[in-house]
């Protein structure tokens, strides 16, 4: 992580920082807004205001990260049928059927502890352009 810093001839400066299962950036009082500049390796920075945002390692990767994404049964159930009401498809699932797709849905967040990638979560804000 680089955090924006004066240090001599230096603005910013890159800082290790360990997590073992989720680092959390954004405000301390969940009523305010994160007015925030993300940059992910070598791409463009991007300009945001959202509630935050979430970093998950593969140790964390089941707990605040998981439940950030995943599906219950009903919200599955509903998606489902929004597919089928819009005819993107026909069929008609069973309870076990829609438990499957719900189970593999969310089964997808989950990556091992020894796993070197990191997962962003990120709601963003309404507006698509936030500056």
């Given at each position: 992580?680089t955090?924006?810093?004066?240090m001599?001839?230096?603005?910013?400066?890159?800082?290790?920082?360990y997590?073992?299962?989720d680092?959390?950036?954004?405000?301390?009082?969940?009523?305010?807004?994160s007015?925030?500049?993300?940059?992910?390796?070598?791409?463009?920075?991007?300009?945001q205001?959202?509630?935050?945002?979430?970093?998950?390692?593969g140790?964390?990767?089941?707990?605040?990260?998981?439940?950030?994404?995943?599906?219950?049964?009903?919200?599955?159930?509903?998606?489902?049928?929004?597919?089928?009401?819009?005819?993107?498809?026909?069929?008609?699932?069973?309870?076990?059927?829609?438990?499957?797709?719900?189970?593999?849905?969310?089964?997808?967040?989950?990556?091992?502890?020894?796993?070197?990638?990191n997962?962003?979560?990120?709601?963003?804000?309404?507006?698509?352009?936030?500056?």
């Amino acid at each position: 992580m680089t955090y924006p810093c004066t240090m001599g001839e230096k603005t910013e400066v890159e800082i290790p920082k360990y997590a073992l299962n989720d680092v959390y950036v954004g405000e301390t009082s969940p009523t305010r807004l994160s007015y925030l500049e993300l940059q992910i390796d070598k791409l463009p920075a991007e300009k945001q205001k959202s509630s935050g945002f979430l970093i998950s390692t593969g140790s964390g990767s089941t707990a605040w990260g998981y439940h950030v994404n995943a599906l219950d049964y009903y919200r599955t159930e509903q998606f489902l049928k929004i597919l089928q009401n819009s005819g993107l498809t026909n069929s008609k699932l069973s309870s076990t059927e829609i438990t499957d797709i719900m189970n593999r849905f969310n089964d997808s967040f989950i990556f091992g502890a020894e796993d070197r990638k990191n997962e962003v979560h990120h709601k963003r804000s309404s507006a698509e352009q936030c500056f």
